[in-house]
Nanobody
Framework: QVQLVESGGGLVRPGGSLRLSCAAS????????MGWYRQAPGKQRELVAA???????NYADSVKGRFTISRDNAKNLVYLQMSSLKPEDTAVYYC???????????????WGQGTQVTVSS
């Protein structure tokens, strides 16, 4: 199984920046896509950004041009650099990984515990 541990959340003023990190550990064969989702109070969880093992990425329209996802495949790390933060970016941010436990396994989804990001003056 994969364990995902997020870090880097916190309180930031509008217009500020934060970088989230997610470390994957445990026993697994491979990790395909990794991504960041967020869930604000009273709202559904939504995709923020995702990146494949080959480096292809996609973003929610609301964060394009402000957020950048990156990945270190050798260290099983994924990052989310967030800039020009807005109050509406306030949410719990969750790391997600699509991984194979074994060579012959299907891909399985795993979630981190989440990290709070609050954008407020």
């Amino acid at each position: 199984q994969v364990q995902l541990v997020e870090s880097g959340g916190g309180l930031v003023r509008p217009g500020g920046s934060l970088r989230l990190s997610c470390a994957a550990s445990g026993s697994f064969f491979s990790i395909n896509a990794m991504g960041w989702y967020r869930q604000a109070p009273g709202k559904q969880r939504e995709l923020v950004a995702a990146i494949t093992s080959g480096g292809s990425s996609n973003y929610a329209d609301s964060v394009k041009g402000r957020f950048t996802i990156s990945r270190d495949n050798a260290k099983n790390l994924v990052y989310l650099q967030m800039s020009s933060l807005k109050p509406e970016d306030t949410a719990v941010y969750y790391c997600n990984a699509d991984f194979k436990p074994h060579y012959y396994s299907d891909y399985v989804d795993q979630w981190g515990q989440g990290t709070q990001v609050t954008v407020s003056s």
